[in-house]
């Protein structure tokens, strides 16, 4: 090995911690006797692309990465009417941003008919019914023939039930609300014939 006087080149170890994690001792004074940054005369080189993709590899903070995100937009072309909505929605309130999201995705809707009926509180009853009715084993799955009777997933169904109707107590129409009612009622009947049977 190279002696530290013969070559000319002084190794220091600048670490400010231990390899245990303590701080290491000396470390503040080096960091002192460390000469101040001369600036350079010509400006940096531009990195490669090898040097770019390597920082992107690299893990940042949650600011850093706002501010890149701020200075990609501030370089971005201008965006179609939906994803300005979006963007907008990004530094404004949590209304605003809700409303400005709902505009997007309306706007991002398919133009041609959909052979899935529209959304509604009806279809949502159903659904959570039907998973229900198939976990105690009274509808056939997608497969066909039924599937294997799980309490556990029915009983965490009906539950969910149970909570859309506590939630929208009095905001229901007639229908809904007897549909409702019909459907747990019958859920949680079934429930209770098949547990006393295992």
């Known amino acids: 090995m190279v002696d530290e006087k013969e070559s000319g080149i002084k190794i220091t170890d600048r670490r400010k911690f231990n390899l245990d994690g303590t701080p290491r001792e000396g470390a503040d004074e080096q960091e002192a006797?460390?000469?101040?940054?001369?600036?350079?005369?010509?400006?940096?080189?531009?990195?490669?692309?090898?040097?770019?993709?390597?920082?992107?590899?690299?893990?940042?903070?949650?600011?850093?990465?706002?501010r890149k995100r701020s200075d990609a937009q501030a370089e971005a072309p201008p965006a179609p009417d939906g994803a300005r909505a979006a963007a907008r929605a990004e530094m404004s309130s949590p209304n605003e941003m809700a409303s400005a999201a709902e505009q997007a995705y309306n706007t991002a809707r398919q133009k041609e008919p959909s052979t899935i009926p529209d959304a509604s509180f009806l279809s949502l009853l159903n659904m959570l019914g039907v998973q229900a009715a198939m976990h105690l084993g009274l509808i056939q799955g997608p497969e066909g023939g039924t599937?294997?009777?799980?309490?556990?997933?029915?009983?965490?169904?009906?539950?969910?039930l149970g909570i859309v109707e506590a939630k929208t107590s009095g905001n229901l129409t007639r229908e809904e609300e007897a549909l409702?009612?019909?459907?747990?009622?019958?859920?949680?009947?079934?429930?209770?014939?098949?547990?006393?049977?295992?």
């Open 33 to 66: 006797e460390r000469p101040a940054a001369v600036a350079p005369s010509e400006p940096a080189p531009a990195p490669s692309p090898v040097e770019e993709a390597k920082s992107e590899n690299v893990l940042s903070f949650p600011g850093e990465v706002d």
């Open 147 to 160: 599937e294997a009777i799980d309490l556990e997933a029915a009983r965490h169904m009906i539950d969910m």
């Open 180 to 198: 409702l009612e019909n459907i747990l009622a019958d859920l949680r009947m079934q429930f209770v014939a098949l547990s006393r049977r295992r």
